[in-house]
């Protein structure tokens, strides 16, 4: 159950990161949030103590840091390329 939480409170976290960031600094900082919030995600959906409704949110966190990892490469390669 609080692997579940982890993750969603990582996810929530780089959300937040990627709109300030987004403003002029490197996206960095929400990437890697995400990408800890989805290796914490897939520990807390294959938890055996973990019930059936657990996991499926921690599974969900994972699609939703994965997808939150996915744009924030993308604004960093926007960056690079912007010079």
């Known amino acids: 159950m ?5 993750a969603a409170a990582l996810a929530a976290l780089s959300v937040i990161l990627i709109v300030f ?3 002029g600094l490197w996206p960095v900082a929400p ?3 995400s990408f800890i919030g989805a290796c914490v995600g897939i520990l807390g959906s294959t938890d055996e103590a973990t019930t059936l409704a657990w996991r499926r949110v921690a599974i969900g966190m994972i699609v939703a ?4 990892l996915i744009i924030g ?3 960093l ?5 912007a010079g």
């Open 31 to 33: 990437m890697t949030l």
């Open 77 to 81: 390669f926007a960056r690079v390329a």
């Open 65 to 68: 840091n994965t997808i939150i």
């Open 2 to 6: 609080s692997r579940a939480l982890a």
């Open 21 to 23: 960031l987004s403003r």
């Open 73 to 75: 490469c993308g604004l």
